[in-house]
């Protein structure tokens, strides 16, 4: 079992920035892709970005690509999403997610995750 706390989260003004972290405890996490995943009030749940084990395949929705950044320390088992020049609509509950099947290639797709944090609120204001 893997478990994931998220924080970070908070009311931020836009063009801010927030940098949001994800903790895993139990089983190591150091051959699991991670991904971040959101989802505001109406919506479905939509992913963000994604990392493979090693870090050297990071994956972006095009929503975000260029203002966050996905990044992991597998040491300190912790996964980070820096998000800069935020904008309202990226108001959202944040999640993190673990991907338990050895060395994935941090595809975007919910289906592939099978650990996920209770989620941390990101408030834009306009």
């Known amino acids: 079992q893997v478990q994931l706390v998220e924080s970070g989260g908070g009311l931020v003004q836009a063009g801010g920035s927030l940098n949001l972290s994800c903790e895993a405890s139990g089983r190591p996490i150091g051959t699991y892709a991670m991904a971040w995943f959101r989802q505001a009030p109406g919506n479905r749940r939509e992913f963000v970005a994604s990392?493979?084990?090693?870090?050297?395949?990071?994956r972006y929705a095009d929503s975000v690509k260029g203002r966050f950044t996905i990044s992991r320390d597998n040491a300190k088992r912790t996964v980070s999403l820096q998000m800069n020049s935020l904008k309202p609509e990226d108001t959202a509950v944040y999640y993190c997610?673990?991907?338990?099947?050895?060395?994935?290639?941090?595809?975007?797709?919910?289906?592939?995750?099978?650990?996920w944090g209770q989620g941390t609120q990101v408030t834009v204001s306009s």
């Open positions: 990392i493979t084990w090693s870090g050297s395949i990071t």
């Open positions: 997610a673990a991907d338990s099947k050895p060395f994935g290639l941090a595809h975007p797709i919910n289906q592939e995750y099978d650990y």
